[in-house]
Each structure stands twice: as C-alpha cells, then as structure tokens.
C-alpha cells in the first residue's frame, strides 16, 4: 500500500472558489488496485492563516510529510507516525525570498 497526502480543505476535500484555504493536512492510504484511497488522519496546521498548501510529498522512508505552502513561501513538516501527522517544532520553514514556490521534490 502507498500512502499519499493532500492538504484538504475542512470540511475534507471541499476546495470550491471563495472557499476558505486548506488548513488540515489529510494522509490517506491507497488501499485497492483501482486507486480507491482511505482517510488515515488529519492534521491542522499550527498557524494555517494565509498558508495557502499548494503540493504534499512524503519523504522516501514514510516518516516525514513536507507541505509547500504557497501563500506564505514557506515550507511545513510533520512526523508520521500510523495513520497520524504531528508539525515538527521547526515548522513551518521559510524560503528564500522571491521565492514563487507551486511544488516540491523530496528525495
């Protein structure tokens, strides 16, 4: 099974325009063949005003979810832990400024 994050929306997933920005992260578990995925947790942001998360990726080892968030230039990192997500004391990190971020590889 993969595990997979979105930053989503409360209530989860509803992303209409004038909506308010996300401010939960929810990991889900792909759990079949065609995709189908399941909710395993959900993570509110420490600060969410302004954020704005654009992209999600777990580190290779499944242990780290980093989080672009494009309204502030900034990057957030939770540890997982099960089907649960905590925001690390370090977060979120700034970028470099200028910075335009709309993605994110991790390695």
Known sequence: MEQVAQAASEPAGRNAPGAAPPAAVALLEAIDRDGTLTLLGSTPFRNPTGLGPVDAR??????????????????????????????????????????????????
Not at 69 to 87: C, K, N, Y
């Open 58 to 107: 777990l580190s290779p080892d499944g242990n780290t979810l980093f989080v672009v968030d494009g309204g502030t230039s900034q990057v957030s990192a939770f540890r997982v832990h099960g089907g649960s997500l905590t925001e690390l004391p370090s977060s979120p990190t700034a970028l470099p400024a200028g910075a335009t971020p709309f993605g994110i590889v991790v390695s």
